[in-house]
């Protein structure tokens, strides 16, 4: 069986996020986490831990698909993204897959979360397949 985001699977949907702690869960495409499609605007995770989860494939804590014709804007703050793994596959915190060429229809925000000790076979921390997400970015290392 296919498993997608083992604690949390949003398919299509808005969602807010808050003062939640997703800890050492497993599955084969976000191990955490599995967003597939967006419908707003409005999408927040906030004051969240993401730590020690894993995934088979793609996208260790988080695995985020957006669709061509998404208009979407995703903000993460103030979370701590930790020791997530993807152990095949890419994106050891993030796995970002986007066709649409637009940075103004379709953005992620991250503001004051740590992004720490996470690994993949590609792009330890995040990776981005498709179009860029980013419009404007700073690493701290």
Request: hydrophobic residues 35%.
């Amino acid at each position: 069986m296919l498993c997608f985001g083992s604690i949390l699977q949003l398919n299509q949907t808005q969602f807010f996020i808050s003062d939640s702690q997703f800890l050492e869960s497993k599955a084969n495409n976000g191990g955490a986490i599995s967003v597939n499609g967006f419908v707003s605007n409005l999408n927040y995770i906030q004051n969240t831990k993401m730590i020690g989860n894993t995934a088979i494939s793609d996208g260790g804590a988080m695995l985020l698909i957006a669709q061509n014709d998404d208009i979407f804007t995703l903000t993460l703050s103030n979370c701590q993204i930790t020791d997530n793994q993807s152990l095949n596959g890419s994106g050891g915190a993030l796995f970002i897959s986007s066709e649409n060429e637009s940075t103004v229809q379709q953005q992620i925000k991250i503001y004051k979360t740590n992004l720490t000790d996470n690994n993949a076979v590609i792009g330890g921390c995040i990776n981005n397949l498709g179009q860029s997400l980013w419009r404007q970015y700073k690493f701290v290392s």
